[in-house]
């Protein structure tokens, strides 16, 4: 790079490195509002030795933990016996904050060597998660047998991807109640059925979210594939990414709905997509009533930083303009233009950036 880009790079860096600092040094502190409304700001993880690295952030718990790549770049697949290891320590890590766990999510993009998956046309559609494991039962027994048996250790909540129907759920919940009486039978003391939630990331299971509410006990709303199959476009193509709008006024009425519809059924409702981590959306999500995040480690200190400098009455007031817009354009606009404002010079811009895949 020439010399001036080098230099105004090199600012640019180390006003970051000084914001970061401060918000690091406040990352402990709750996510309240300025109005007094707590939110909680829980972490993902992909691998259960990120745990202390997450909640040293300032997480609540654990939000989300990837299982799936306990199975990945390995010879052998994990027995019961090790997942159980690797749910336990998570578990126990988390204490009293709990942490959600997502049963295996393998298919489409995601591929263990040692699962023969069949050749499909369309494979982001087809035999993948939740409908592989239920096919496969020999692969998803000996887990949710571990994720039981580390229940006994701490919070934990079981949550299950790709979620299209209700009798999905359904057969989830017979064969979880299968292994509880079979390890029951085996002598091992489960005092209860640990908590069973779904993600919402299919439009289907969006479109009945009042239905699958009463099935559950909480649901993890994942905007990732929401947006991607609500939208029907792929957003890792050049050709058509520039339609994957987060405040596309369709996916703002599906948020609204599924919020809704798990407050109705006094379920709890968090959001576990890329969505929750960018502190661009913050605002309109607090409007909208979510009061659960859950995201990568660096993006915690920033959105509760952000969460702590809003007031939800005005959150909720920003939302009602929102959808009253037609297009996500004068949205994200309305958006941008009051964000500055809400926020005031609470939180550096240098740091902020950054973090936004927003202006």
Do not use: W
Request: with cysteine.
């Amino acid at each position: 790079p020439a010399l001036e880009d080098l230099q105004r790079y090199q600012q640019q860096a180390m006003r970051y490195s000084v914001g970061r600092a401060a918000l690091d040094a406040h990352a402990q502190e709750p996510a309240t509002t300025l109005d007094g409304v707590h939110v909680r700001v829980a972490g993902n993880i992909e691998l259960h030795d990120e745990t202390g690295f997450v909640l040293d952030f300032g997480a609540e718990g654990i939000g989300l933990y990837r299982t799936e790549f306990l199975y990945m770049n390995r010879d052998a697949l994990p027995d019961e016996e090790e997942q159980y290891r690797h749910y336990r320590e998570v578990v126990e890590r988390c204490g009293p904050l709990g942490a959600t766990l997502r049963t295996l999510d393998i298919g489409g993009d995601k591929l263990v060597s040692h699962v023969k998956l069949p050749k499909e046309a369309n494979p982001a559609m087809g035999l993948r998660a939740l409908r592989l494991c239920l096919r496969e039962s020999s692969l998803f027994r000996p887990q949710l047998r571990a994720l039981l048996r580390a229940s006994v250790h701490g919070e934990l909540r079981i949550m299950v991807p790709f979620v299209s129907g209700l009798a999905e759920v359904r057969a989830v919940k017979r064969l979880l109640a299968e292994c509880h009486a079979e390890l029951l039978a085996e002598g091992v003391a489960l005092p209860r059925l640990p908590a069973l939630g779904i993600m919402v990331e299919l439009p289907s299971a969006a479109a009945i979210a009042d239905i699958l509410a009463r099935e559950v006990d909480f649901f993890a709303i994942g905007t990732n594939d929401l947006i991607q199959y609500a939208l029907a476009i792929d957003r890792a193509n050049e050709h058509v990414g520039y339609l994957y709008h987060p405040l596309h006024p369709a996916l703002l009425r599906m948020l609204q709905f599924i919020l809704r519809s798990g407050a109705e059924a006094g379920i709890r409702v968090s959001m576990c997509g890329e969505m929750a981590g960018d502190p661009f959306y913050t605002a309109i999500l607090l409007g909208l009533g979510l009061r659960e995040f859950s995201m990568n480690a660096v993006s915690v200190p920033v959105v509760k930083q952000v969460i702590r400098s809003l007031d939800v009455s005005a959150c909720e007031a920003l939302l009602a303009e929102a959808m009253m817009l037609p297009d996500a354009s004068d949205i994200e606009h309305l958006v941008s233009e009051r964000l500055g404002p809400m926020l005031g010079t609470r939180i550096s811009r240098e740091v902020f950036d950054p973090m936004s895949h927003r202006p």
